[in-house]
């Protein structure tokens, strides 16, 4: 079982930056896939970004391309999303996932429990 736990959200102006931070632990962290998919009040789970398990492939949803970088330290066992230019769209409770590399939700096994990221106008 892998154990991941969310952290760097917070409460930001538009325009501003955020940088969120995953702890993984429980299994070979290297051996998975990660991502951060999001979820505002009363919408669907929606694919953020995802990067392989070297770290040498990524891939953005359009809504977040150039603006949101997803990297890795396996050495840390950690992931991070750094997002720059945040918008009040921005807004949603972000999620931590380890699995396969996929923008689908359902390739991903283990979910960590969420950091709320507020964006204000």
């Known amino acids: 079982q892998v154990q991941l736990v969310e952290s760097g959200g917070g409460l930001v102006q538009t325009g501003g930056s955020l940088r969120l931070s995953c702890a993984a632990s429980g299994r070979t962290f290297s051996r998975h896939a990660m991502a951060w998919f999001r979820q505002a009040p009363g919408k669907e789970r929606e694919f953020g970004a995802a990067?392989?398990?070297?770290?040498?492939?990524?891939h953005y949803a359009d809504s977040v391309k150039g603006r949101f970088t997803i990297s890795r330290d396996n050495a840390k066992n950690t992931v991070y999303l750094q997002m720059n230019s945040l918008r009040p769209e921005d807004t949603a409770v972000y999620y931590c996932?380890?699995?396969?590399?996929?923008?689908?939700?359902?390739?991903?096994?283990?979910w960590g429990q969420g950091t709320q990221v507020t964006v204000s106008s």
């Open positions: 996932a380890a699995g396969s590399y996929s923008t689908r939700y359902l390739d991903y096994a283990y």
């Open positions: 990067i392989n398990w070297s770290g040498g492939g990524t």
